[in-house]
Each structure stands twice: as C-alpha cells, then as structure tokens.
C-alpha cells in the first residue's frame, strides 16, 4: 500500500515538472489608461521616485512596518529608491532612462537579485491626453518549478499596476485642473429690436409739361434765392420811385364822366419819405387850350 503511494507521489511531481519545463518561465504584463494632461505634467510624478508613496501600489501606508529609502538625484536617471521588512519583501529599483515626452525607464531587483525586473512607464499622445502604459517584464529563473509562479505573477501584477494607474491620473489630474483655462462664461442674449419696414420710394414728381409755344419762359433760378426749381411768372415791373426833390411831371387823364370825381394824378403823389399834409388834396390841372390863330389885324385873340 505504501509503496502504490509513493509511486502515485513520484508520478505527479514527474508530472509537475515536465508541466513546469512547459511553461514559461519569463512574464510581461502591461496596463495602460488616458489622463488628460501633457506628459510634461504626468513627468513630474513619474521621475520622482519619492512621489510614488502618493500613487504607487506599494507604499510606507499601504504596507506598515516597511522601511523606503532614496538616493541618488531626486528626479531623473540615477534616481534609486529601496525598500525591506513586513510583508513587502525587499528590493531596489532605479531609473535609466528618463524623458519628460516618452517616460521613464527602470530596472528592479527583488529578494536580493532573485528576480529581476525590467519596466518602463511610458507617454504618448492621445487626444486631448496622454495615454500612459505601465510594463512590467522579467525572468523567474530556469526552476520548473519557479514557472507555476508566472500565473500568479501576472495576475497579482497586473492588477498592482492597473490599482497605481489609476491613483496616478487622480492626482495628475486633480493638481493640473486649475492651470486649466475656464472657459469664457456665454455673452448674454442681446434683445433683438424689430427691424422697421424699410421706406417705400417715392414716386418720381411728373415732368412739367413744356411751354407752350409762344409763352414766355420762365426766369431762371438764381443761386441763394430763398425758392429755387419752381417756375417764374413774367418779370414784374419796378415802379420809378422819385428822389426827393425831383419834380414829376403831371399825367394827363382822360375827363372823368360826368357826375364822377376825377381820379388823382399819378403826378401828384409825394415822393417816398415825404409826409403828405392832411389838408392838401392832389389837383388836376385843367387842359391848357391852344392859342387861337392872330387876326390880320395883328390883334390877338382874347382867352376863353
């Protein structure tokens, strides 16, 4: 009975380790995600080994009674950070390549070189992103045994990396909203008038008719008078107004009818300026008659 378990014993762990010759013995997982900000910013997290304590999957809370170390320079190649004790085990990991466009670059020693790791973070555009890819690859050694351990290595990693992803674009995001330009608040509606109607033309004034033939045409129009573009009436007549002092010769008038009062002569009007005495009324003179012809006597005639 002994002897059937021992056999069945060796069976399996033959079984085991030709399985485990099988499998693989390296491992590459990779994560990635899009934070919406320019690798310039995402750099400044990712270059500084210190700041991974504010996003990383392994840090001093997340894994009491650990003790983290640094050196090197604090941002960029050379930049080092260790850490030991509890349950994270013991390790070192270093940058050696850093490029605030692409990323960075890093090698990572685990259990004293037991296993070693190569990873990279790295940046491309996407958008109005960056998408960030987190790989992480590395080698168990050449036990079959070792080989079960890629499995569990992929799945216990991958969800690390997708866990400080995560916690990365949170913060990368949260101190870069405020250099964010806001944008400019909408103008407020401006109340639309009612356009008027426009203004119908007015008909064209008709065409004065020509002149007649034979009529007088009208007198033109002379610049500065106080009416221009209507027509003329004949040119009236001045009336002579007498200096003082000139004498107007009397007008004769045709004899009144009888029972009528002779019109005044024209004659006898007083210059302009001149006051006319209230008591003075025009007289008309009487129509001189001419001399009669001499007798042969030499004798002239009497007046009538």
Do not use: C
């Not at 762990?13 to 995402?42: C, N």
């Not at 330009?181 to 004034?205: G, I, L």
């Not at 007198?219 to 009236?236: L, N, R, W, Y």
């Not at 008038?253 to 006898?268: N, Q």
């Amino acid at each position: 009975m002994l002897k059937k378990i021992l056999i069945a014993f060796a069976t399996l762990v033959g079984l085991l380790l030709v399985i485990g010759f099988a499998l693989p013995s390296k491992f590459r997982v990779e994560r990635s995600t899009i934070i919406q900000a320019p690798p310039e910013v995402i750099y400044g997290h990712v270059a500084n080994l210190e700041r991974w304590q504010e996003w990383g999957p392994w840090s001093a809370k997340k894994y009491p009674g650990s003790n983290w170390m640094y050196g090197g320079p604090q941002v960029g190649v050379g930049a080092v950070h260790s850490w030991s004790g509890g349950s994270v085990g013991n390790g070192t990991l270093s940058l050696t390549q850093a490029d605030p466009k692409t990323g960075v670059v890093y090698d990572m020693s685990v259990e004293h070189g037991r296993y070693l790791l190569h990873g990279s973070i790295s940046f491309a555009p996407e958008g109005q992103g960056t998408r960030v890819t987190w790989v992480d690859e590395g080698d168990v050694g050449a036990s079959p045994l070792a080989h079960y351990l890629v499995l569990l290595i992929r799945s216990r990693l991958g969800r690390y990396l997708e866990e400080g992803l995560a916690n990365l674009g949170k913060q990368v995001e949260a101190s870069f909203s405020p250099l964010v330009a806001e944008p400019e608040p909408a103008p407020a509606p401006v109340p639309v008038e009612q356009a008027e109607a426009p203004a119908q033309p007015s008909a064209p004034a008709p065409a004065a008719p020509p002149p007649a033939e034979g009529a007088q045409a009208g007198a033109p129009t002379v610049e500065g008078s106080p009416v221009t573009g209507s027509p003329a009436g004949p040119p009236a007549e001045v009336a002579h107004v007498p200096d003082a002092g000139e004498v107007v010769p009397p007008v004769a008038l045709p004899p009144a009818p009888e029972g009528e009062v002779a019109p005044a002569s024209p004659g006898t009007t007083a210059p302009t300026g001149e006051p006319t005495p209230a008591e003075a009324s025009p007289t008309v003179p009487a129509s001189t008659p001419a001399p009669a012809p001499a007798s042969s006597e030499g004798q002239a005639a009497s007046p009538t």
